[in-house]
């Protein structure tokens, strides 16, 4: 039975200047379910996430909330949402206790007992001021107010960023306990993708400004696969295998990694090289690395390259 989404994305198209950051996205999130967006840094996360909250405008394509066009939310609409931004903005010279207040006074339905219960988890001082919380202490409040009208959709861009290990636990707990029962949507946009595979039963992967990917963990495990390949004489120094991402042959031993694996594929490749193929599983943080070494590089380069200039 197909899952009706609550968030529908379709040729979005969205421009900086001459920059395309999103093109001819085709995206849909289905009630009810923890989904991960997951993609480097700079891969249009953030972008893609404003224009579904109506944000920012985009230049083509259409993108609905709850039915909707984003752009034109209603109160209603936004009344069931709940976002976490990557970069928090709050009052700093508030204190705790009155941002509070002043948030919940924006809601018909504000659960205090949640709101008691994770300032307690959290250890958050309600009398301290928003300018002295410390950048993981701001993101838990952020987190806080997100979640205290328990709003049918989660939108979180990279909430655990500033997290230790011990609070990202927590916050996982938490977004769990919010998604049990599939009554409420979550959506996660980050690249701690050690997090994603403890909470999510969804993936998609933003490479490119497009959609790469998008379904179930099952699925895209089931679809990136590891192959050691182990033959009696030296390999080519390619095995031309479809969907590689990555190779290395050294003699007659040959890794390769690759997308859209099938098995037939192992058949045709031990028939071809008289070898011996073993096939492995790899985890989510494997299959990211496998399809972003390039963009991984680059990036590491750039970085480099700033840092000999200065």
């Keep these: 039975m197909r899952i009706e989404p609550v968030w529908t994305v379709r040729g979005l198209h969205k421009r900086f200047g001459a920059k395309t950051v ?3 996205v085709d995206f849909e999130l289905p009630s009810g379910t923890v989904l991960g967006l997951v993609g480097c840094n700079g891969s ?12 920012l405008r985009i230049d083509a394509g259409e993108t609905r909330l709850f039915g909707e066009p984003s752009w034109h939310l209603s109160a209603a609409a936004k009344a069931r949402l709940g976002y976490v931004p990557q970069a928090m903005s709050l009052y700093p010279w508030m204190r705790v206790r009155q941002v509070i207040t002043y948030t919940a006074a924006f809601y ?3 659960n205090h007992g949640l709101v008691a219960g994770l300032i307690n988890q ?4 309600v009398q301290a001021r928003v300018s002295t ?6 993101q838990q409040l952020a987190i806080l107010l997100a979640l205290a009208h328990e709003p049918e959709v989660l939108m979180l861009d990279e909430p655990a960023a500033s997290l230790d290990p011990a609070a990202r636990r927590q916050l996982l707990h938490t977004v769990l306990e919010l998604a049990s029962g599939g009554e409420r949507t979550v959506l996660f946009a980050t690249h701690i993708i050690s997090d994603l595979e403890r909470v999510a039963d969804r993936i998609a992967i933003l490479r ?3 959609i790469q990917f998008s379904g179930e963990l099952d699925a895209l495990k089931d679809h990136v696969k590891r192959l050691h390949v182990t033959a009696r004489e030296s390999l080519p120094p390619t095995l031309s295998v479809p969907g590689t991402l ?3 042959v050294q003699g007659p031993e040959g890794a390769v990694s690759v997308w859209g694996f099938t098995a037939d594929l192992v058949t045709r490749l031990e028939q071809r090289y008289h070898a011996h193929v073993d096939v492995y599983d790899l985890n989510l943080e494997d299959i990211f690395l496998e399809l972003h070494q390039e963009e991984q590089v680059e990036q590491a380069l750039g970085a480099v390259g700033q840092r000999t200039a200065t």
Excluded: I, M, Y
């Design 22 to 24: 999103l093109r001819d």
């Design 44 to 55: 249009g996360k953030t972008t893609l996430l404003k224009c579904g909250l109506g944000l």
């Design 108 to 110: 018909q339905r504000w």
């Design 122 to 125: 959290w250890s958050l001082d």
């Design 133 to 138: 919380l410390s950048p993981g202490q701001t």
């Design 208 to 210: 490119n400004g497009q």
């Design 246 to 248: 990555r190779e290395d």
